[in-house]
């Protein structure tokens, strides 16, 4: 039961009171241009990468989290406000961190784009990766439909 588990990728908040480890290589590395993604990061996509949820702790200090609609939670600093996290309240979702708080964002390079309905038209970025609109696969489009936003 106590085994001890050693992480393959580590990050943190800007301030640095708030650290995590994931015990897995990032999983599922993309970007998603949706409106809650943008807004919830202040950036005009959120770059994220992922790994099940039984791989992944908080191993310093204690994040804030904002329930952006009732399916899904944000992590992020409460001391310095970085973005950290991004899960839908599914036990087997994965846990997402924001890419750019990673210690090595570079070993997570994304695969894949949601959320391009909500791209905005100047951003020219990763062209050549396979990109999605929200709710295109029917079991996704089932669940979101379910989604009440608290988003302003
Ligand atoms: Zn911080
Ligand atoms: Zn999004």
Redesign the pocket.
Known sequence: MSEVKSPVATG???????RYALYVAPENSHVCHCRMCQRATGGVFAALAGAPKSEFAWTA?EPGVFKSSNLASRHY?R????PLSFTYDLPKARFYVTIGSLDDPNAAPIIIQYGVESKLDWVKFCEDVPSEVTGNDPQAAEFLATMQSNQE
């Open positions: 943190g908040c800007q301030c640095g009171a708030v200090g600093c001391d310095c406000g970085t």
